[in-house]
């Protein structure tokens, strides 16, 4: 019974570059409230050794040296976004468990097990056209192991294109 | 710290439970009431008539005098669908070397051209390399004059 995990890049950073093209493949932060830490982080970030989390005032001098760009979070446009990021994934299963503001199970049960990457590709593609956001998807037999076929998926270590199913693995 | 709004002031559609508001079938008038106000004709909801799919709907504060030709003008509020595919002739905000603009999207000989409604404006026309991404497609336009 498989169970897909569907999680969003980078997510606030992925909700502004949305509206906001120029930030595409730069360096870019979203502070959290009163832009005290770093709270999302894209991937050029991840890259420059940034934590989560990392206090703003510590980073400074390096975001200056390295162009990073640092926004104020805008929970208003991140909720809305999610929200129909859920919606839309909604109609991918009968069963959806939203887990965070930007993660969610979907139960496939029942779906054609040699068709769950394509249709992996096909909720990407779908959430990427109409929001804006991208997301990878992570398949396996359990809520743990999807997690960690996401991940997988997400740092390209298994999968293709941003989805992983571990059910195409076999044991040994 | 710099801020999250884009220059176009993108804002998410949000769509809350709408208010049905009667179409009623005839004039208000002074007077003995109509018995046919009880059969009220249909009931209006802009969000229905606007939106198609509510997930992918935005709106879009349009800028600027380019597309005063369909009727767009400056401060009209778009309603742009990212779900829809877009066609030759259809008016989208499309990004250009990465910035959003508004502009009817044609190909013609093999070519993919953005055109302006607007006599000052020149179209452009997209040379080999340069990336075209459509944002959305604008389905209305709508101005608040009060």
Same mark, same amino acid.
């Given at each position: 019974?498989?169970?897909?995990?569907?999680d969003?890049?980078? #997510?606030?950073?992925?909700? @502004?570059?949305?509206?906001?093209?120029?930030?595409?493949? /730069?360096?870019?932060?979203? !502070?959290?409230?009163?832009? $005290?830490?770093?709270?999302?982080?894209?991937?050029?970030?991840?890259?420059?050794?940034? /934590?989560?989390?990392?206090?703003?005032?510590?980073? @400074?001098?390096?975001?200056?040296?390295?162009?990073?760009?640092?926004l104020?979070?805008?929970?208003?446009?991140?909720?809305?976004?999610?929200?129909?990021?859920?919606? !839309?994934?909604?109609?991918?299963? %009968?069963?959806?468990?939203?887990?965070?503001?930007?993660?969610?199970?979907?139960?496939?049960?029942? #779906?054609?097990?040699?068709?769950?990457?394509?249709?992996g590709?096909?909720?990407?593609?779908? =959430?990427k056209?109409?929001?804006?956001?991208?997301?990878?998807?992570?398949?396996?037999?359990? /809520?743990?192991?999807?997690?960690?076929?996401?991940?997988?998926?997400?740092?390209?270590?298994?999968?293709?294109?941003?989805?992983?199913?571990?059910?195409?693995?076999?044991?040994? | 710290?710099?801020?999250? !709004?884009?220059?176009?002031?993108?804002?998410?559609?949000i769509?809350? *439970?709408?208010?049905?508001?009667?179409? #009623?079938?005839?004039?208000?008038?002074?007077?003995?009431?109509? *018995?046919? +106000?009880?059969?009220?004709e249909?009931?209006?909801?802009? +969000?229905?008539?606007?939106?198609?799919?509510? +997930?992918?709907?935005?709106?879009?504060?349009?800028? $600027?005098?380019?597309?005063?030709g369909?009727?767009?003008?400056?401060?009209?509020?778009?309603?742009?669908?990212?779900?829809?595919? %877009?066609?030759?002739?259809? =008016?989208?905000?499309?990004?250009? +070397?990465?910035?959003?603009?508004?502009?009817? !999207?044609?190909?013609?000989?093999?070519?993919?051209?953005?055109? %302006? @409604?607007?006599?000052? #404006?020149?179209?452009?026309?997209?040379?080999?390399?340069?990336?075209?991404?459509?944002w959305?497609?604008?389905?209305?336009?709508?101005?608040?004059?009060?």
């Open positions: 019974m498989p169970i897909a995990l569907v969003c890049n980078n #997510f606030y950073v992925s909700c @502004e570059r949305a509206f906001n093209p120029e930030l595409e493949g /730069k360096p870019v932060v979203v !502070l959290s409230n009163n832009d $005290g830490c770093a709270v999302a982080r894209s991937n050029e970030v991840k890259a420059l050794g940034v /934590k989560m989390a990392e206090p703003w005032f510590k980073m @400074e001098q390096l975001a200056k040296r390295h162009g990073i760009i640092a104020s979070s805008n929970y208003a446009l991140y909720g809305d976004l999610s929200a129909r990021v859920m919606s !839309l994934l909604s109609t991918f299963s %009968p069963k959806q468990e939203i887990y965070s503001i930007d993660e969610c199970f979907l139960d496939l049960d029942g #779906f054609d097990l040699q068709s769950l990457v394509a249709y590709q096909t909720i990407r593609r779908t =959430i056209q109409y929001v804006g956001i991208p997301v990878c998807v992570g398949i396996a037999e359990t /809520k743990t192991l999807a997690k960690l076929a996401n991940h997988c998926a997400k740092k390209r270590l298994a999968g293709r294109d941003g989805v992983c199913d571990f059910g195409r693995y076999s044991d040994t | 710290m710099s801020s999250s !709004l884009h220059q176009f002031i993108i804002a998410a559609a769509v809350t *439970p709408f208010a049905h508001i009667p179409l #009623f079938a005839h004039k208000v008038e002074a007077g003995f009431p109509s *018995p046919a +106000d009880d059969y009220i249909g009931r209006l909801s802009l +969000d229905e008539h606007l939106i198609q799919h509510r +997930d992918a709907t935005f709106f879009v504060r349009a800028k $600027g005098h380019s597309m005063m369909a009727g767009i003008f400056d401060g009209d509020l778009l309603v742009v669908d990212r779900s829809l595919t %877009p066609a030759s002739g259809d =008016i989208v905000i499309a990004v250009l +070397d990465a910035e959003l603009t508004v502009k009817r !999207l044609v190909w013609r000989d093999g070519l993919v051209i953005l055109k %302006p @409604e607007n006599p000052d #404006f020149q179209e452009m026309v997209l040379k080999d390399g340069q990336e075209l991404q459509v959305g497609v604008v389905t209305s336009t709508t101005k608040k004059f009060n």
